[in-house]
């Protein structure tokens, strides 16, 4: 929804760094969010990001770049509990509306 | 603490029949949002609120009415269920200065 895009599914060892993508329409652009859910759970949140460059919360980090309506998330030292959907969502004023999210798969 | 709560849990609705989707929260949040998730489709957005007593429309509204009569609550309702309302709803609550979202457990809703 509202030009949100990311990857769809993604598969990756155990062990290994994984970057998500997630691009979105710069009109009226707040911030920058990222969630984690798990199948059968709420979303539970990740990161917010309002200003370019990367910040970094123990294994999970997330970078923004205003300019190019460009997000990821990377995730390093990947565990099996990280399999689950990482949904993006971009702030316009109050309104946060989402993508369609990118399911995650991580394999021995 | 309870976070962000939703009631009822489940519930099955039979096409027209109406209901009402309770969310609190006791965080003192401002803003609040109602979202309803379908395979395939994501998190879509049906309202939302900025404060106590101001609602606004979402990417999906139609079929939905909403109201914020106190801070803590938010209230969404459906006045003729239809099967295509079938879904899980998550209620979500932010604290306008952090930005940081919390969502309540989520409502399944199945209308026959």
């Known amino acids: 929804g509202q030009n949100i895009d990311q990857p769809t599914e993604m598969t990756a060892t155990e062990g290994a760094i994984v970057q998500i993508n997630c691009t979105y329409q710069?009109?009226?652009?707040?911030?920058l969010f990222w969630y984690q859910q798990h199948a059968g759970e709420a979303p539970t949140f990740l990161s917010y990001?309002?200003?370019?460059g990367l910040e970094e919360k123990g294994r999970f980090s997330s970078f923004l770049s205003r300019s190019k309506g460009y997000s990821y998330l990377l995730l390093k030292e990947l565990q099996m509990k990280d399999s689950a959907s990482y949904l993006c969502?971009?702030?316009?004023?109050?309104?946060?509306?989402f993508g369609t999210g990118t399911k995650l798969q991580v394999i021995p | 603490n309870a976070g962000v709560t939703q009631t009822p849990k489940f519930r099955v609705l039979k096409t027209g029949q109406s209901m009402t989707l309770l969310c609190a929260q006791d965080?003192?949040?401002?803003?609040m949002y109602w979202y309803r998730q379908d395979p395939g489709m994501g998190l879509r957005l049906i309202h939302y609120?900025?404060?106590?007593?101001?609602?606004a429309k979402g990417e999906v509204p139609d079929g939905y009415n909403v109201s914020r009569l106190k801070k803590q609550n938010f209230l969404l309702g459906l006045e003729s269920a239809a099967p295509s309302q079938t879904s899980v709803y998550f209620c979500?609550?932010?604290?306008?200065?952090?930005?940081?979202?919390?969502f309540g457990p989520g409502t399944r809703l199945t209308v026959t």
């Open positions: 969502a971009a702030a316009r004023y109050q309104k946060v509306t």
């Open positions: 710069t009109s009226g652009f707040n911030g």
């Open positions: 990001n309002v200003l370019d």
């Open positions: 965080m003192n949040h401002e803003y």
């Open positions: 609120s900025v404060g106590e007593g101001t609602t």
């Open positions: 979500a609550s932010i604290q306008g200065a952090s930005y940081e979202q919390y």
